[in-house]
């Protein structure tokens, strides 16, 4: 039995494992800010490039990158967008990220652009 008494990241994993939330698509908005560098644009490139290579869906947008597919997987490529940084010798990174999911379906991209593009 899980003590739900724990921290909040306890009771959010318990939650997503449970409801199998991990079945359904997620959007995940990351910003990643290389600090300790003046080539904050081309560490910001790199990890875009990383995005791609991943063959997760993903839009580009002008303060951040969204990316649609399983939350365990955008959360791992998170991580190694943050290590590859820290390996070319950023300083430090401050990644900011906003996460959209929902109980019993997919969320997408193209449901929040099409009506846009």
């Known amino acids: 039995m899980i003590d739900l008494s724990m921290n909040h990241d306890v009771k959010f994993v318990y939650f997503y494992r449970k409801n199998s939330m991990q079945n359904f698509k997620v959007n995940i ?3 990643l800010l290389p ?3 003046a080539e904050a644009y081309s560490k ?4 875009i490039s990383l995005i791609g290579k991943s063959g997760l ?3 580009v947008c002008p303060f951040e990158t ?13 991580r190694d967008i943050q290590l590859k940084c820290l390996e070319s010798g950023v300083t430090d990174t401050i990644c900011n990220l906003k996460i959209q999911m929902r109980k019993d379906s997919d969320v997408t991209i193209g449901d929040k652009m099409e009506k846009y593009e």
């Open 66 to 78: 969204v990316i649609e597919g399983d939350y365990d997987t955008i959360m791992k490529l998170v």
């Open 35 to 37: 600090l300790g560098t």
């Open 44 to 47: 910001v490139d790199e990890a």
């Open 57 to 59: 869906k993903y839009k």
């Open 29 to 31: 908005a990351v910003q």
